[in-house]
């Protein structure tokens, strides 16, 4: 599975242009064997195309806080998991906040709920 599509890059683009209160993210990763989850607002730096793209959002390690911060998908794509498994997209997932919103929920409850 491809886990950023162009219509997800184009998405993440659009929202460098808009003020941070108001981005959404448009991709939300997780670990199936897991609980880790990203939801990514934008590209920081970097591409998509070469696999060097530095992405910013909010990250959710199974630490009991989430954090903003910015995410490397060369990480994110080396991480080998059980079963043959790697971290995959949400192919189902549509926000309904924004980033920010997504953050100070997940402040208050101690996970990212999306």
């Given at each position: 599975?491809?886990?950023?599509?162009?219509?997800?890059?184009?998405?993440?683009?659009?929202?460098?242009g808009?003020?941070?209160?108001?981005?959404?993210?448009?991709?939300?990763?997780?670990?199936p064997?897991?609980?880790?989850?990203?939801?990514?607002?934008?590209?920081?730096?970097?591409?998509?195309?070469?696999g060097?793209?530095?992405?910013?959002?909010?990250?959710?390690?199974?630490?009991?806080?989430?954090?903003?911060?910015?995410?490397?998908?060369?990480?994110?794509?080396?991480?080998?998991?059980?079963?043959?498994?790697?971290?995959?997209?949400?192919?189902?997932?549509?926000?309904?906040?924004?980033?920010?919103?997504?953050?100070?929920?997940?402040?208050?409850?101690?996970?990212?709920?999306?």
């Amino acid at each position: 599975m491809k886990l950023i599509t162009k219509e997800i890059e184009k998405q993440l683009l659009s929202n460098q242009g808009l003020p941070e209160e108001d981005r959404k993210p448009y991709l939300k990763l997780f670990n199936p064997t897991g609980a880790a989850t990203w939801l990514i607002s934008e590209i920081d730096s970097g591409s998509i195309e070469s696999g060097d793209a530095i992405f910013y959002g909010l990250s959710d390690m199974v630490f009991g806080e989430s954090e903003l911060g910015l995410i490397s998908m060369q990480e994110l794509t080396s991480v080998k998991l059980s079963f043959g498994l790697s971290i995959e997209r949400d192919l189902h997932w549509e926000p309904t906040k924004t980033l920010i919103e997504y953050w100070i929920e997940s402040r208050t409850k101690g996970a990212i709920s999306a």
